[in-house]
Structure formats: C-alpha cells, structure tokens
T-cell receptor, first 116, second 110 residues
Framework: EAGVVQSPRYKIIEKKQPVAFWCNPISGHNTLYWYLQNLGQGPELLIRYENEEAVDDSQLPKDRFSAERLKGVDSTLKIQPAELGDSAVYLC??????????????FGPGTRLTVL | ELKVEQNPLFLSMQEGKNYTIYCNYSTTSDRLYWYRQDPGKSLESLFVLLSNGAVKQEGRLMASLDTKARLSTLHITAAVHDLSATYFCAAVSGNTPLVFGKGTRLSVIA
C-alpha cells in the first residue's frame, strides 16, 4: 500500500514569491491534515479536512495561507506571499474512519521550504 | 489548553544501556501516541496508548501510560545504533488536534 505522497520534497524561493505544496493521501483515507514543523519542534496542525470540508483551520494564517481539497482526495497548500519565517517543513498526514477509534495518522515525508 | 512536554530533549546514550523518555501532558487526554522521525524522513507511528495502565512493546522499545499522573514513558532497553532518531509523543483530547511535544533527539553511540 502506498503511503502519503508529497511534492515537491524541497523548495527554495525568494521572499514575497508564491509557493504551493501538493499531497496525495493514502487511498480511502477521508481525513487529511497539514502540519507545520519548525526546526527542533514538533508538528503543529494548520488545517484538517474531512473529505472536502475544512473542519479545523483555526491555526491557518489566512492572510497568506490557503488550502483546498476539491474532490476529497488530493490537497494543495499555498502560501502567497511567502515570508522568511515560513521556512519550515510542511507535513501532510491522513487517517481513515476505520481507524477513527485510535485516530492513527500516517505522515508523508514532508516538503522542506526555504525562503531567502 | 492541552500542552505536551517531553524530557529530555537531547539524549546521548551508549549502546547496550537502558533509558527512559518522559512525556507529560497538561489536561485529560483520550489517546497518547509515540512517533519516530529519522532526519529528513516522515514520522513513523510506534505506539498508540488508549487507556490507563496500557503498556505496549515492540523490540527494544516499550511505552506505557499513566492517565492519573498524565504521564507516558518510552523505555529503551539495551540501545543499539539503529534506534538513533527523534522521538515524539503526542496527545489528543476529545476533538482537539493532535498536540506534539518538542521531541527527544536520541543518539546511540558505541
């Protein structure tokens, strides 16, 4: 079974430029998460989707960040414009209703963003 | 607000030795998770602990949960180099998001 796929794995951009990250969750997983992981820190949730609906986006900086999951499968996370402080690893995770009792999440490899 | 604290944040241990990583959380939690992360890699799920007194073991790692003390431990037995990684605990309460600790960076040296 394929795991969570993310692309690109690495991205270097100049500040004020836009950037987008893509995530393909594990097949059949209805819940998708985007996390931000700063160096030396644990992941922090940005947004959670149940199918197409964003059910928790309270930690998403909406002035510059946006996300979508149009068909309830793949998702994109966008930053426009990027700032120096956005340099971090952006992780995508997914989980299934079948594992909803323990809510086990499966993580992708992440996209490491460097803003110059 | 649920907060999770791990200690130590850095751990250097010799091969063959035993050690314990501690994870404290601030409010009642329904579930406690342990993850492993290798440099540049994804988080790998190690254990899910659901109830007070739960103990799970996989190889040289054993995790336990004491909900009354709001404490989980990850015990490493006879460490080997392959266990070098960063270990995260994470807790969740009700419908709150998963809250992670800062991680414990473990280095096992010969």
């Amino acid at each position: 079974e394929a795991g969570v796929v993310q692309s690109p794995r690495y991205k270097i951009i100049e500040k004020k430029q836009p950037v987008a990250f893509w995530c393909n969750p594990i097949s059949g997983h209805n819940t998708l998460y985007w996390y931000l992981q700063n160096l030396g820190q644990g992941p922090e949730l940005l947004i959670r989707y149940e199918n197409e609906e964003a059910v928790d986006d309270s930690q998403l900086p909406k002035d510059r960040f946006s996300a979508e999951r149009l068909k309830g499968v793949d998702s994109t996370l966008k930053i426009q414009p990027a700032e120096l402080g956005d340099s971090a690893v952006y992780l995508c995770a997914s989980s299934s209703r079948l594992s909803s009792f323990n809510n086990e999440q499966f993580f992708g490899p992440g996209t490491r963003l460097t803003v110059l | 607000e649920l907060k999770v604290e791990q200690n130590p944040l850095f751990l250097s241990m010799q091969e063959g030795k035993n050690y314990t990583i501690y994870c404290n959380y601030s409010t009642t939690s329904d579930r406690l998770y342990w993850y492993r992360q290798d440099p540049g890699k994804s988080l790998e799920s190690l254990f899910v602990l659901l109830s007070n007194g739960a103990v799970k073991q996989e190889g040289r790692l054993m995790a336990s949960l004491d909900t009354k003390a709001r404490l989980s431990t990850l015990h490493i037995t006879a460490a080997v180099h392959d266990l070098s990684a960063t270990y995260f605990c994470a807790a969740v309460s009700g419908n709150t998001p998963l809250v992670f600790g800062k991680g414990t960076r473990l280095s096992v040296i010969a």
